[in-house]
């Protein structure tokens, strides 16, 4: 995707949060990179503090840990969405997870500096500062929502949001990483799919 490609997506993005002039647009977009990432790459890695808050304006990633050796998927971000290691991008600690491209992926980002800058300049300070909040705020809703999820609806259930949010991008998912995310096993996740498709069709 093209430099100006990017930037649009990016600002059609931000603008569903708050609205930004053509002066204030033009203010951000100094603070702005774009920067590629090859599939299996990570975006944040334990260990080391994440540096940037980005929209993935082509590809998904998959946030993850590793307990005993083995890998727990936790969430998917796919295009149109922000994504960070966000309590070490705002804390400065290192993240404890880690978020790696599911696909070659491209980004428009942010990094902590340049939105302290954004932060402190006269023309766009307000706005970002509110952009800033209303981006943790939808971190917020997004957690709970995945909490609250695994307390009230089945693995099904969990499967048709996931569809709602990543759409066709899933089919480019391995399926284990999904069916890891679910809770369930592979198998289970071939018999939830196979339902769907006879529903659906």
């Given amino acids: 995707m093209d430099t100006l490609t990017a930037l649009n997506k990016f600002r059609e993005h931000a ?3 708050v609205p930004l002039n053509e002066a204030e647009w033009q203010a951000l977009v100094p ?7 090859k599939k299996k790459k990570n975006f944040a890695e334990p260990g080391k503090v994440c540096n940037h808050i980005a929209l993935i304006v082509q590809g998904s990633v998959r946030f993850f840990h590793i307990k005993d050796g083995e890998e727990i998927t936790g969430y998917f971000c796919f295009e149109n969405e922000f994504t960070s290691s966000y309590k070490s991008f705002l804390t400065r600690q290192p993240s404890i997870n880690y978020i ?3 696909e070659d992926a491209q980004f428009v980002s942010l990094s902590y500096n340049s939105m302290q800058k954004a932060y402190a300049d006269k023309l766009i300070g307000y706005k970002m500062e509110r952009l800033g909040r209303l981006i943790a705020e ?3 809703i997004c957690y ?3 909490v609250t999820s695994f307390v009230t609806q089945t693995p099904e259930e969990r499967y048709n949001k996931l569809l709602e949010t990543g759409g066709e991008i899933l089919q480019r ?3 284990h990483y999904i069916a890891n ?3 369930i096993t592979p ?3 071939s018999r939830i799919r196979r339902r769907i498709m006879k529903i659906s069709a």
């Fill in 138 to 140: 939808h971190y917020l």
């Fill in 100 to 102: 790696q491209a599911l």
């Fill in 15 to 17: 603008e569903s949060f």
């Fill in 173 to 175: 998912i391995p399926q």
């Fill in 181 to 183: 995310f679910l809770g």
């Fill in 144 to 146: 709970e929502d995945r």
């Fill in 31 to 37: 603070l702005l990179e774009i920067s590629t990432l």
């Fill in 187 to 189: 198998v289970s996740l």
